[in-house]
């Protein structure tokens, strides 16, 4: 494997996994201060994906099979992530012309998180605030690009060497 895609992996695995952890973290302390337990929003959402939502039954049961199920889907759907959002930085390091590009497809991905975070509320009938997971999205989204700004320091200094003329005279 060339020393590009290992750099590549290396970095989404790590921002793949500071993602996850801190969407478990934040959705952890939400629903500790909901008065609800500790693993409320991750049991609600496995039973949503996997089946065994049911919004008659009152409360949400906590179950180790949806807790486990549901994190499992969430580290591998964080992990592809953050592999993908290390490529594009990497490749826009190395074609600061597709900055854009790579600033659309990020600015899309946090667009259907937040649309399946207020349809995931919609669809649980109120048993999920929307807004956990939003929040926890939005903390992820910044923790992720933090580790990846402190392993590429000279993107930004490339974005601005090789940006448009017409917008540094502006």
């Known amino acids: 494997m060339s020393e590009i895609r290992s750099r590549v992996f290396f970095e989404g ?20 201060a909901t008065g609800r337990s500790l693993f409320y929003t991750v049991a609600t959402l496995g039973q949503a994906v996997f089946g065994g ?29 953050g592999i993908l959002v290390a490529w594009l930085v ?44 939003l929040l926890a999205n939005v903390a992820a989204a910044l923790a992720m690009g933090t580790y990846l700004h402190r392993a590429h320091p000279r993107l930004l200094r490339t974005l601005r060497e090789h940006g448009d003329p017409e917008l540094e005279r502006g």
């Open 90 to 133: 990497v490749e826009t390091e190395l074609h600061p012309v597709i900055w854009y590009v790579a600033f659309m497809l990020l600015l899309g991905a946090f667009f259907l998180a937040t649309l399946f975070a207020a349809g995931a509320g919609v669809a649980l009938e109120g048993a999920l605030p929307w807004w956990s997971v």
């Open 13 to 32: 695995l790590v921002a793949g996994l500071i993602g996850y952890v801190t969407v478990a973290v934040v959705l952890g302390i939400v629903d500790l």
């Open 53 to 81: 939502f049911d919004p008659a039954a009152g409360e949400v049961a906590v179950t180790p099979g949806h807790v486990f199920a549901y994190n499992g889907l969430h580290v591998l759907v964080f992990v592809g992530f």
